[in-house]
């Protein structure tokens, strides 16, 4: 079985910060991309930030310069640094994966259970 374990969200004034974890467990095989969605209420859930394996990380407009994604391939782990947090970026962040498990004969997307950000006064 092949879970993803968040981390780090909670309740921050307007202009303070917060750091995201994420953690693949179970018999992986290959990770291929990680990324950060979130999911404000009444919304559509977005992407925030994806990293690729070996590739550029990329982030949404309205987070940019903002928010840091970085990611450790040997421990299989996602960290999303986020920095002069605003209102509008209250939201459950969710972590996504693309990777291949043992066993399989191809990669499945997974996703973990959400954590909260609220970003309030």
């Known amino acids: 079985q092949v879970h993803l374990v968040e981390s780090g969200g909670g309740l921050v004034q307007p202009g303070g910060s917060l750091r995201l974890s994420c953690a693949a467990t179970?018999?992986?095989?290959?990770?291929?991309?990680m990324a950060w969605y979130r999911q404000a209420t009444g919304k559509q859930r977005e992407l925030v930030a994806g990293n690729s394996s070996g590739g550029r990380p990329n982030y949404a407009d309205s987070v940019m310069g903002r928010f840091t994604i970085s990611r450790d391939n040997a421990k299989n782990t996602l960290t999303l640094q986020m920095n002069s947090l605003k209102p509008e970026d209250t939201a459950v962040y969710y972590c996504?994966?693309?990777?291949?498990?043992?066993?399989?004969?191809?990669?499945?997307?997974?996703w973990g259970q959400g954590t909260q950000v609220t970003v309030s006064s």
């Open positions: 996504n994966a693309d990777l291949l498990a043992y066993g399989m004969m191809w990669s499945n997307t997974y």
């Open positions: 179970g018999r992986i095989s290959r990770i291929n991309t």
